[in-house]
């Protein structure tokens, strides 16, 4: 089955980075495309970023110019390198896959369980 494993969470100062990483199992990942959304309490869910599997990028208008998302065919992991963050940018990030799993043709979109980053000083 698929699996998309967040990691790089946490509490970092307002002016800070963090580099968050999902790695994925049992889906075509270079086939994939990928995305990182968050949520904040109360808040729906929003595209942080995404990148096609031929590499095109796109960003909230928030984020535009703080932070860069990547991705390793090899290693099968989507990274999400931020800077500049700020208190609005607390929030739970999650991964986000939509591709087909190995050994079937459907298309579906695939989630992570998500990981916390508080920005607070």
């Known amino acids: 089955h698929v699996q998309l494993v967040e990691s790089g969470g946490g509490f970092v100062q307002p002016g800070g980075s963090l580099r968050l990483s999902c790695a994925t199992s049992?889906?075509?990942?270079?086939?994939?495309?990928m995305e990182w959304y968050r949520q904040a309490p109360g808040k729906q869910r929003e595209l942080v970023a995404g990148?096609?599997?031929?590499?095109?990028?796109n960003y909230g208008d928030s984020v535009k110019g703080r932070f860069t998302i990547s991705r390793d065919n090899y290693k099968k992991t989507v990274d999400l390198q931020m800077t500049s963050l700020k208190p609005k940018d607390t929030a739970v990030y999650l991964c986000?896959?939509?591709?087909?799993?190995?050994?079937?043709?459907?298309?579906?979109?695939?989630w992570g369980q998500g990981t916390q980053v508080t920005v607070s000083s």
């Open positions: 049992g889906i075509i990942f270079r086939s994939s495309d």
């Open positions: 990148i096609t599997s031929g590499g095109t990028t």
């Open positions: 986000s896959a939509r591709g087909a799993q190995y050994g079937r043709s459907m298309i579906r979109t695939y």
